[in-house]
Structures are given as C-alpha cells and as structure tokens.
C-alpha cells in the first residue's frame, strides 16, 4: 500500500505531467493524497471482510436489522472525495495511478501458455 508521502508525490508527479502543478496548490495535493491512502487502507480492510454486511442485535439477541458494513461507506466516501478533488485539480484517476497498458499479442500468448502450465 502507498504512502502519505508517496500518494502525495504521485499526485504532485501527474500534475508536473500534465502542466498544471503549482506550489500554491499544496493543500488541495496534501488533501488528495489523504484520500487516496485513507481509500487504500479501506480497501485493504475490505479484502479481509468475511461479509460485506453487519447484523444489527436486539436486546434479546436476535437480528433486527442488516446494515451495510461501515467499511463500505469508508469507501464511497473516499472515492466521491477523490473523484470530486481531482475534477478540482484537473486531473483524473489515471493520471493518478496511470494508465494500464495495452496488451499485446505476445502478453496474450503468455498468458495462455502460463495457463497450460
């Protein structure tokens, strides 16, 4: 998982890129960089999850509601927070964490031959 420092010099490094990078921009990078931690660290809490909802006791014990797992909240917020900040920096999640590469035939043909294996 990334960094503070690190989701921050990605950011700061894709808007060098793209031309738009400012040192006035300091609080909007360190709060971008916030969220994209705070959204990996999420993500890596939800790989863990044994089930994506929480049950919700009465006082006798038994279920009286279904809630959506509070980690799962954590990250829309995160992702609305990101996506809303980039909009804001004119930058996209890309230029964040790059663009996948194309593949090409010879990766296709590894794939299949690492498959057989």
Do not use: F, W
């Amino acid at each position: 998982m990334a960094s503070l420092d690190s989701n921050r010099r990605r950011v700061v490094k894709a808007m060098k890129a793209a031309g738009i990078y400012s040192p006035q921009l300091t609080i909007q990078i360190d709060a971008l960089a916030a969220q994209l931690t705070l959204m990996q660290r999420a993500a890596l809490d939800a790989e863990t999850l044994d089930s994506i909802y929480v049950e919700v006791l009465g006082k006798s014990g038994d279920v009286i509601n279904i809630n959506a797992h509070p980690v799962s909240k954590i990250l829309k917020d995160t992702s609305d927070a990101v996506t809303r900040m980039c909009k804001q920096l004119n930058l996209t999640v890309a230029d964040i964490v790059g663009k996948p590469d194309k593949p090409t035939p010879l990766d296709a043909l590894r794939k299949e031959i690492e498959s057989i294996e």
